[in-house]
DNA sequence: GATTGTGAATAGATTCACAGCT
DNA sequence: AGCTGTGAATCTATTCACAATC
């Protein structure tokens, strides 16, 4: 039935009703409505079934959502129900973080392989994969299958070890730097820049805070 | 005169055009149009101007932008003339490589206290910072004038120590938790959850390779 | 009686297209 | 001639309100 395209915002949302219905579920919950998941997740009811009905008739009227069935049919859209497997370029210390964060707690990711150009690096383990060369990116995307590259390498050289990532054929990248990505059509990306979560916070820190101070000019 | 409130959208594309100038910095280059920069970094050029335009008159018609000029008042703007203090509370991996990650590069991030509750972290450092216990985190709030939290703490025990910070004074905090945080009105909070990147790729991934099978049911 | 699923209404964001400067 | 700044037009997203269902 998705004939249509689904937005980013919609689907960011179906990832965060997943992690809502997975709190329900270690809660013991087992059926919910719209507006109580609403309520205690401080969402939009309305919105929660908007969102739901792009994909089926997932609730039972009068009554509510599953929560155990729900959460199947959602991991099962999201293509979270299948494996995926993960490499990731660049071992400084958040490439490091991100490569474990995802080894461990996640079912449906997998880390297949690591990469780092610094000598140093090369040959260490890290949650028991080695480190390699960046030059064997490709045998192991092809041998592995891999799917997803997690990009953690300073901002100077990105550009360059994506375009080796869509060389060895990797399908989509995550990318950390904080740099605009010239992009393959063929592969997507999506760069997440922790800075500018930050700059956010700051500016409503000003905004908020000042409101008195924010009439005269706020430059220099 | 930002009389009218400013949408998140537009926030977050400030501090990519700031991305973007800062490169463009680096390289020399000091007069810029719209369309050149559209150009570049793969931007909407009516987008940049309509976004400037909220703040005031940066361009100079029939010219351009002056590069050097525009990234200063985009600094003032967003709040990054002055220096932020952060405190980080969690030092497991993400925590201890997003300590490190906004105590270096950034002049506009000073991380001022770092906290844990595992007593075999207490008293180690890092980046030259004595790690301390929770307890400790409202004098050094108080002490410091620290105004963000980054929340890297388990997600059972988020919302806890959430309320910590709050009560703590802290001004507004960035949550890696992957869970939603019942929030204070004071304390604006920035979840940030790296998981739903993941997914969001997976999604495309499915859909993108699979516009043949996308038309059986992808449930179960 | 309660709650879903959904068309219609509203609000918000982006793009267009051009008047107004330089 | 070229580019900004901006109202108007379009497109997208969210919320409302209610008929359909259990």
Redesign the interface.
Known sequence: ??ATA?S?LT??RL??Y???LR?LQRRGVHRISSQEMARR???SASQIRKDLAQF?EFGIRGVGYDVDQLL??LR??????RP?N?VVVGLG??G???A???AS??R??RVVGLFDNDPAKIGQELEGLAIRAIGEVAAVVAETAA??GVLAVPADVAQEVYDRLVEAGI????NFA???L??SPRV?C?T??????????????????ATSR?LGK???
Chains 1, 2 share one sequence.
């Open positions: 039935m998705p689904v980013c689907l960011n990832s965060l997943l992690r809502c709190q997740f401080d969402l089926g199947a049919r099962g859209l999201l293509g979270l129900d995926h993960l210390h958040l490091s973080a991100v474990r964060h995802f707690n996640h449906a990711f799917e997803i399908e989509s990248v995550l904080p740099v605009q010239r992009q997507r999506r997440v820049d922790l800075r500018i979560y930050l700059e956010e916070l700051v500016y409503f820190l000003e905004s908020d805070g924010a706020p430059g220099r």
